[in-house]
């Protein structure tokens, strides 16, 4: 008796297993995952003589699984309780900090884009700035789990004395490390507004200008319920949601998309109701966005950037007339930029994490003049 | 197919276990054979070409080997299925590595052929290779049946990574074998165990192994070395054995009993009794087949040496086609000799916690050899291991502490110290039931979210 129970209830998992992944309907895209997922493979004979049809079954079935976000839960769950503290793709930090764990450190692309940085600098008399932003690992090196340390450290340094002396490099790492607010979100890889501001008025500094105020400006709370990239690498069932502020000016602004959109904000407010808020800065990534503003210097800037500056953004609106935004990854028409833009000033603001992974910024940068 | 896929586990498992317990008996040897058929198919369905042929010419061969007039004429059959087999066997697995030692040796540039190993192909070499050796050597009947002898080579549960069933171990139950609740329940238990070693323990070591052994070599710790092959050794021990036990499991949830593949070897006092409880059906295959026809230990002491020799590099060739195997093969070779000519007097003198740490160190560079592939990395690795001017380093703190549980969990559970647990609960039969329907439940659940975690891929910020 105890035998047929036995068969029966073990077997009986797998079959209903197998329901639930029949009827589930497939959904085409994961918020949680920001990708499109696996969908049903069309039977075609030579597809299943290749293997592919296999091959494409075998991820359709894992992707469509009905439960699959309380899986990844369930695993993170698991894990915190055999004491691991990471998931090959974030570290479970201290006070609900998930900071994404960081790959091999490899110098070959940044190498070569501070060699690109540094050719531009000899080859035009433009003003040229650094600024990059070190990763949340570097930051909040406390929150990390014991005996962890961030090797991004080292191709930060590497920037910071490879970077010619004719550049104004603006350093953040100590900054933003001492300061007493959230720099970085717990749920995602982005820094917070607030060290944005930071940055901005050490950026003020170097280019010897006077910050505004942060009284000037009316602090909102824009959303509560953030829950960002790192998040979706574990879905913890504890967590702590991000707060998302913005720094509003009064000042008017208009930003015109590459595919011709105008907008009269730099903000993005459908992207509250969506599960990646951080959007809510411009929008998407865009090869190139044109902003054109109420103050009246005449000056151009060219903004070279990857997402960290994108909430950052507002603040070069207060001292730029133009600023074009380029995103190299996506923006090709490079040939006589300078010129034909008429730039003054160039701005690259990086994330280091994403600068050590770049090919597309040296090539822009190759070819802009 | 492979065991811990979700294409395997939600749909192939369940649909054809069901389909195969309410087909008439009759039917069931047709079914597995289709089955067993499809699941080889699965994912590379032109080897199947390749398997049929070879069970068709065997099974001729087989009969007339059977039928032969006298031992001359079976012995020419004999020869033919054996050039036939290991024919196959040395193009599909041997002939580009050949190519690439000769281009080597003789400054050569012939040009490789394009062929993939078919998968399993070195275990189902090995079953009919047994079956025919057998029948000529009239231990076991020429199979008469087609679809018998179909389901004895492509039996699905072991197909892939074995155990290497000898033909006469489930000869009767080929034809004849009784499905009972008992069977069944303990097989699906053996399956479910043998699943969470492969995906929960052989996975997540698996990963400290390659991440270690991929970083620079020249920097890492003391520490991390001797953690990393640790972690390899457990990683493969559980990847392996839990192959068997699923093997083992499947096998009598369809009736069959096949012979126990792994039996705790790392409890091992010497090389030698390691090689008796580790993956136990290819050496007793080789000692069958290979070592004893040879002559075994009867022709003198020069003799046995060369058999051992023999026997052992073909061992490690037997295990991929590269020359880290041939090595790792004589490596054993020496030890297996050095322990029969004297050291096994002084081990029996030893305590056995001496025995434990020769067989244990000598084991773990055994793995070493085993994984590089590429030779460059075997003296890195080494001199790692032994550099006392760099011990321990942060990085080893952190994924020992990381991982400790899973560590201290794989060294209770590959040497079955967790039996004492289940003897206790064994007396008391109600407890011991709940247990098992307890920890099932666990464990098929944690399978289920680590194989679906692995291919959890999230991309954002980058839709394309």
């Known amino acids: ?194 060290s944005a501001y930071v940055a901005y008025t050490k950026w003020c500094e170097a280019e010897k200008i006077k910050p505004i105020s942060k009284d000037k400006f009316k602090i909102k709370v824009v959303s509560n319920d953030f829950l960002g990239a790192t998040y979706s690498k574990a879905i913890p069932f504890n967590y702590k949601k991000d707060k998302i502020i913005k720094y509003e000016y009064d000042n008017q602004v208009s930003l015109t998309y590459s595919d011709g959109t105008v907008k009269n904000s730099i903000y993005e407010e459908s992207a509250l109701s969506k599960k990646d808020k951080y959007t809510y800065f411009t929008g998407q990534n865009d090869s190139i966005i044109k902003v054109h503003t109420s103050t009246n210097n005449g000056k151009s800037l060219l903004l070279v950037k990857d997402s960290f500056a994108n909430s950052y953004l507002s603040f070069l609106t207060l001292h730029y007339e133009n600023i074009y935004v380029v995103d190299p990854r996506y923006y090709n028409d490079t040939r006589n930029f300078l010129e034909l833009y008429n730039i003054d000033d160039i701005l690259v603001l990086y994330n280091i994490d994403n600068l050590m992974e770049d090919d597309y910024l040296s090539l822009f940068l190759d070819t802009i003049y | 197919m492979l065991f811990s896929s979700l294409t395997f586990l939600l749909y192939f498992f369940p649909i054809f276990t069901l389909l195969y317990y309410v087909i008439p008996r009759k039917l069931k040897n047709t079914t597995l054979l289709i089955g067993s058929l499809f699941f080889y198919a699965w994912g590379e369905p032109v080897y199947i070409l390749l398997m049929v042929f070879s069970i068709i010419i065997n099974y001729l061969i087989g009969l007339k080997i059977g039928s032969a007039k006298n031992k001359k004429q079976a012995k020419v059959y004999l020869i033919l299925a054996i050039l036939i087999c290991l024919g196959l066997l040395f193009y599909f697995k041997y002939f580009n590595f050949t190519l690439d030692l000769f281009n080597q040796i003789f400054k050569l540039n012939i040009r490789y052929s394009l062929v993939t190993l078919p998968i399993g192909i070195s275990f189902y070499s090995f079953q009919i290779l047994s079956y025919i050796i057998d029948v000529y050597r009239g231990k076991v009947k020429a199979q008469k049946n087609l679809i018998n002898f179909g389901v004895y080579v492509s039996l699905f549960p072991q197909l892939i990574a074995g155990p290497i069933v000898r033909y006469k171990t489930i000869e009767d139950e080929l034809a004849n074998r009784t499905i009972t609740f008992e069977k069944i329940s303990n097989g699906l238990y053996r399956f479910v165990i043998g699943l969470s070693k492969k995906v929960l323990l052989a996975n997540t070591l698996g990963s400290i192994w390659t991440t270690y052994f991929n970083s620079n070599l020249n920097e890492l710790s003391l520490g991390s070395a001797w953690l990393a092959i640790i972690c390899f050794s457990l990683q493969i021990f559980f990847d392996f054995s839990g192959y068997s036990d699923m093997a083992i499991g499947l096998g009598k949830m369809y009736g069959f009993n096949f012979l126990e593949n792994f039996d705790k070897p790392y409890i091992s006092k010497s090389i030698s009794e390691f090689w008796r409880r580790w993956h136990i059906s290819l050496s007793s295959w080789f000692k069958e087949y290979v ?137 008391n039969e109600n407890a011991y039931f709940t247990f098992k329907i307890i920890i099932s439940t666990i464990l098929i659940g944690l399978c289920l979210v680590y194989l679906i975690d692995s291919t959890y891929n999230p991309f954002i910020y980058f839709r394309f």
């Open chain 1, 1 to 194: 008796m105890k035998y047929k129970i036995f068969t029966i209830y073990i077997l009986g998992i797998f079959v209903v297993g197998m329901i639930i992944s029949i009827i589930h309907t497939p959904a085409s895209f994961s918020d949680a995952e920001n990708r499109y997922l696996e969908e049903k493979p069309k039977l075609v004979v030579s597809d299943i003589l290749s293997g592919t049809y296999e091959k494409n079954f075998d991820k359709y079935v894992s992707d469509q699984f009905a439960f699959r976000n309380t899986a990844i839960s369930l695993k993170t769950q698991f894990q915190m309780l055999t004491l691991q503290t990471d998931n090959s793709r974030v570290y479970f930090g201290d006070d609900y900090y998930f900071i994404d764990k960081q790959g091999k450190i490899d110098s070959t692309k940044l190498d070569t884009t501070i060699n690109s940085i540094n050719a531009l600098s000899e080859r035009t008399n433009k003003n040229i700035t650094t600024m990059i932003v070190p990763s949340s690992a570097l930051v909040n090196a406390d929150k990390l789990p014991d005996n962890v340390s961030s090797d991004r450290s080292k191709a930060l340094n590497n920037f910071n004395q490879n970077i010619s002396s004719n550049i104004n490099n603006i350093k953040l790492l100590d900054t933003l490390k001492n300061v007493k607010f959230q720099s970085f979100y717990r749920n995602d890889h982005h820094w917070t507004s607030d």
């Open chain 2, 291 to 427: 070592y004893i026809p040879l002559g075994g230990n009867r022709k003198g002491a020069r003799r046995q040496i060369i058999n051992i020799f023999i026997v052992w590099s073909l061992t490690g060739l037997w295990h991929g086609a590269s020359v880290n195997f041939i090595l790792w093969g004589m490596y054993y070779a020496i030890l297996l000799i050095i322990e029969k000519l004297f050291l096994n007097k002084y081990l029996e003198k030893c305590p056995n916690i001496i025995n434990h740490i020769y067989s244990i160190f000598f084991i773990l560079i055994g793995w070493l050899i085993f994984e590089c592939t590429d030779l460059n990395k075997l003296l890195p690795y080494i001199s790692a291991m032994f550099n006392f001017s760099n011990l321990i380093d942060a990085n080893f703190l952190y994924v020992l502490k990381d991982n400790i549980v899973i560590i201290i969990a794989s060294l209770i559970v590959c040497n079955n110290y967790h039996q004492y647990l289940t003897i206790k609960l064994s007396n």
